[in-house]
């Protein structure tokens, strides 16, 4: 027999311990799986979203092209409106974010009849050239964002936003 005997008090401390330590992980493995869940989840990133626009409508003069597509966050799922202002350059076509630079504001083509041939932020009097480069002296710091083009059945389909390429 053993010299060193465990004694009513170190047997119950044990067993709480072990007890409460299996309680423990029960609780805590769903909250850590609710935690890492959406990390674990497949991205779909670089989907395009079909538009209504026609590519055959598209001329040189930009046009407003708004869209819809489904976004997740986590567990909730959420119909999410977007717009670009779409035209032609040549035989390419270039989609430009509506979102200015400077404060997050919406840009207009031609929005200020002092300015023609550029997108225009009421804001702060934001301009860029029709490739979205920034007008220099005026707020925005950068080009607005391009999105991402292609094409199916003749429908125009955007895909992510993606820096400007275009440069002054």
């Known amino acids: 027999m053993s010299r060193n005997r ?8 044990y067993t709480i311990t072990g007890v409460g330590g299996f309680m423990a ?12 869940d959406p990390i674990l989840q497949s991205k779909e990133d670089g ?3 079909q538009t209504s626009k026609k590519i055959a409508e598209i001329t040189e003069v930009p046009v407003k092209v708004d869209f ?18 779409v035209y032609k350059e040549g035989d390419e076509i270039i989609a430009i974010s509506p979102v200015c630079k400077h404060l997050g504001c919406t840009v207009n083509w031609e929005g200020n009849p002092e300015y ?25 710091l950068g080009p607005l964002d391009m999105y991402e083009v ?7 389909l955007l895909g992510k936003k993606i820096a400007n390429t275009h440069s002054n």
């Open 47 to 49: 989907d395009f979203v």
């Open 6 to 13: 465990v004694t009513r008090r170190q047997f119950l401390t």
């Open 25 to 36: 992980a029960g609780m805590l493995m769903p909250m850590v799986r609710f935690a890492i």
């Open 116 to 140: 023609t041939n550029q997108f225009f932020c009421a804001c702060h009097a934001g301009r860029y050239e029709k490739s979205g480069v920034n007008v220099k002296g005026t707020p925005p």
């Open 68 to 85: 819809s597509y489904e976004q997740t966050d986590g567990w909730y799922k959420s119909e999410v409106a977007d717009a670009a202002w």
């Open 150 to 156: 292609s094409e199916n059945d003749g429908f125009l």
